[in-house]
Antibody, heavy 120, light 113 residues
Framework: EVQLVESGGGLVKPGGSLRLSCAASGFTFTNAWMSWVRQAPGKGLEWVGRIKRRIDGGTIDCAAPVKGRFTISRDDSKDTLYLQMNSLKTEDTAVYYC???????????WGRGTLVTVSS | DIVMTQSPDSLAVSLGERATINCKSS????????????LAWFQQKPGQPPQLLIS???TRESGVPDRFSGSVSGTDFTLTISSLQAEDVAVYYC?????????FGGGTKVEIK
C-alpha cells in the first residue's frame, strides 16, 4: 500500500522559512515523479511543483508563484521528498500535499497533507 | 499555461439521478503514443485529500464504482455520475497533466437535492 506522510508544517512569520518532508513507502520511490500540491483554506487545488525521477533527468518544474522561493528535492536513499520554502508570504498559507506519480497520471497517490500557516 | 475551465461551480442532484460535470481545456491534451488525453478527475471529500478517479480522460482507477465515467470531445471533458449515491457528495476537480505547469479546474461541489 502506497503511503506518503508529510511533516514539517506549522506557523511561521512572513519572510520566514520552513522545510517540509514527505516519507514514502509501499512503492519504488526511485521510479516515481514526485509533486507538491497545495490547497488554501476553502479553496481549490494548486500545483506547486514536481521533481522527475533520476532516470528522466531529475528535472524540477515549479509554478510561477513559488519560483525562486521554493526548492524541491528528493533523497532516493531515504525515500523522502522535500520542499524548502523561503521568503514565505501570507498567501502561501495552505495544506501542502505530497503526491506520487506512478505511471497512471502525474498525481496518482496523495498524502494527508501538512498545514502551513504564514501569519504575523 | 493550460487553463482548465470547469462548470458548474456547484450541483445539487437527487439520489439516484445523474450528475454531469464539464471541463474545457484551453488546448488539446492528447499525449503519448496511445492517443490518450492527459486529463484526470479527482474526488475530494471533506477533510480528506483528493483521490484519483479517472485518468486518460476515461479510464477508471481500480476500485472506482462504474457509475463514474469520463468522456471527451476535442477539448471538452465530462465526468458523469450515472446514479448519485450519498457517498458521492464531494468536490470534483479536473486536472491536466499534459504539460507543466500542471493545472486544475476550479472544482465542482456536488450535493444531494
Amino acid at each position: 500500500e502506497v503511503q506518503l506522510v508529510e511533516s514539517g508544517g506549522g506557523l511561521v512569520k512572513p519572510g520566514g522559512s520552513l522545510r517540509l518532508s514527505c516519507a514514502a513507502s509501499g512503492f519504488t520511490f526511485t521510479n516515481a515523479w514526485m509533486s507538491w500540491v497545495r490547497q488554501a483554506p476553502g479553496k481549490g487545488l494548486e500545483w506547486v511543483g514536481r521533481i522527475k525521477r533520476r532516470i528522466d533527468g531529475g528535472t524540477i518544474d515549479c509554478a510561477a508563484p513559488v519560483k525562486g522561493r521554493f526548492t524541491i528535492s528528493r533523497d532516493d536513499s531515504k525515500d523522502t521528498l522535500y520542499l524548502q520554502m523561503n521568503s514565505l508570504k501570507t498567501e502561501d498559507t495552505a495544506v501542502y500535499y505530497c503526491v506520487a506519480g506512478l505511471g497512471t497520471s502525474d498525481l496518482d497517490d496523495w498524502g494527508r497533507g501538512t498545514l502551513v500557516t504564514v501569519s504575523s | 499555461d493550460i487553463v482548465m475551465t470547469q462548470s458548474p461551480d456547484s450541483l445539487a442532484v437527487s439520489l439516484g439521478e445523474r450528475a454531469t460535470i464539464n471541463c474545457k481545456s484551453s488546448r488539446g491534451l492528447l499525449c503519448g503514443s496511445n492517443s490518450k488525453n492527459c486529463l484526470a478527475w479527482f474526488q475530494q471529500k471533506p477533510g480528506q485529500p483528493p483521490q484519483l478517479l479517472i485518468s486518460g480522460a476515461s479510464t477508471r482507477e481500480s476500485g472506482v464504482p462504474d457509475r463514474f465515467s469520463g468522456s471527451v470531445s476535442g477539448t471538452d471533458f465530462t465526468l458523469t455520475i450515472s446514479s448519485l449515491q450519498a457517498e458521492d457528495v464531494a468536490v470534483y476537480y479536473c486536472h491536466q497533466y499534459y504539460s507543466a505547469p500542471l493545472t486544475f479546474g476550479g472544482g465542482t461541489k456536488v450535493e444531494i437535492k
